[in-house]
């Protein structure tokens, strides 16, 4: 399901692209939505895409040799992810 090319628009790192690749962009896009506290990306597999949080906050989490969660840092809306381990693969 494809997005509307305004919601793509939001993204700074979108905005300088022209219409024509926006267009294309949207159309292979899809929106997904999350319950709070669910993993959006599992750290066991690499992303097969980049991603844009268009709202609420995410965290990105670690776990310690013994088992505690340890957060990294914040996603914000606007801000996209994934993209290291779209280049690393990993």
């Known amino acids: 399901m494809s997005v509307p090319i305004l919601l793509l628009l939001q993204f700074p790192l979108l905005k300088s692209l022209p219409a024509d690749i926006l267009e294309r962009l949207a159309g292979q896009s899809s929106a997904?939505?999350?319950?709070?506290?669910?993993?959006?990306?599992?750290?066991?597999?690499?992303?097969?895409?980049?991603?844009?949080?268009?709202?609420?906050?995410?965290?990105?989490?670690?776990?310690?040799l013994d088992g505690r969660e340890v957060g990294l840092y914040f996603i914000d809306p606007g801000d996209y992810f994934a993209e290291l381990a779209l280049i690393d693969g990993q």
């Open 32 to 64: 997904q939505s999350f319950a709070k506290r669910e993993v959006v990306l599992p750290k066991s597999s690499a992303p097969r895409h980049l991603c844009f949080l268009v709202s609420g906050r995410l965290q990105a989490i670690d776990f310690t």
